[in-house]
């Protein structure tokens, strides 16, 4: 709700230019930043997960809940988009880029088959867990806690629907998928022999971005360009080829 409520208020500074709706608004995502967890926690059961940034659902529970993280990562991306709009301080668009990184990379260790059982307790206190089953557990705890306390949570399965749409884009036409791990643009700009592709966040943060093959067919060559310098990328053992990108760029893909 504080998310949504940030959204609204930068909204509102939109279009009555009063700059006490964007003070408010400010002030909202201060206080969903001061309930974030700021530290891997690489210790017990926390050596299979990634922590760092994790968002706490209330003030006074140490834990974080998937279906938070997805409301917010998803506000956070309405956010970014009108933040060109506001002029926002680049340091705020850099906060909110790195939140939406480091979430999306974290909500994967929700799902009980990605980790080891150990680290799931035996007897939710409401619910169940079913470890083959992919729908996320309630909450990921500190390391020295086993998660899943309350159960799976099956309004929390919406979760790869919150990030595919925002973070990969397929090129049909060249036979790939693009993967960024950093906010895109929604309009992808047509090219030649190719496409643009515009980030944001902060040019001095950096990013990953995958081309991924479609159809268990070869990636076509392509040549990536930012500000007209071609970068190398890194191919992986499943065919796609890895790339560090700067944030807020504007990245040229040419195939063939």
């Known amino acids: 709700m504080t998310a949504f409520g940030a959204k609204a208020l930068l909204r509102l500074y939109l279009i009555k230019k009063e700059k006490v709706f964007l003070k408010t608004s400010l002030t909202a995502l201060a206080t969903i930043m001061r309930n974030t967890s700021l530290w891997d926690c690489n210790y017990g059961h926390g050596k299979q997960y990634p922590t760092f940034f994790m968002l706490f659902p209330l003030k006074d529970a140490p834990y974080a809940a998937v279906y938070e993280e997805i409301e917010v990562m998803s506000s956070m991306h309405d956010y970014l988009k009108m933040a060109k709009d506001a002029k926002l301080p680049e340091h705020i668009t850099l906060l909110l880029s790195e939140f939406i990184r480091f979430m999306i990379h974290r909500c994967a260790f929700y799902f009980p088959p990605m980790v080891n059982n150990e680290m799931l307790v035996d007897k939710p206190k409401t619910g169940e867990i079913e470890t083959d089953t992919w729908i996320p557990i309630e909450d990921l705890q500190d390391g020295w806690n086993q998660s899943g306390t309350?159960?799976?949570?099956?309004?929390?399965?919406?979760?790869?629907?919150?990030?595919?749409?925002?973070?990969?884009?397929?090129?049909?036409?060249?036979?790939?998928?693009?993967?960024?791990?950093?906010?895109?643009?929604?309009?992808?700009?047509?090219?030649?022999?190719?496409?643009?592709?515009?980030?944001?966040?902060?040019?001095?943060?950096?990013?990953?971005?995958?081309?991924?093959?479609?159809?268990?067919?070869?990636?076509?060559?392509?040549?990536?360009?930012?500000?007209?310098?071609?970068?190398?990328?890194?191919k992986q053992d499943d065919g796609s080829v890895e790339f560090s990108i700067p944030g807020k760029c504007v990245i040229a893909l040419h195939f063939g």
């Open 150 to 234: 309350v159960g799976q949570e099956v309004y929390g399965a919406g979760v790869p629907f919150g990030i595919v749409p925002r973070h990969y884009k397929v090129l049909n036409e060249w036979n790939c998928t693009v993967f960024i791990d950093y906010p895109m643009h929604d309009d992808v700009k047509q090219l030649e022999n190719g496409v643009e592709i515009e980030v944001t966040g902060h040019p001095a943060m950096f990013c990953r971005m995958r081309l991924l093959p479609e159809d268990e067919e070869p990636l076509p060559a392509c040549r990536v360009l930012i500000g007209g310098a071609e970068i190398k990328g890194k």
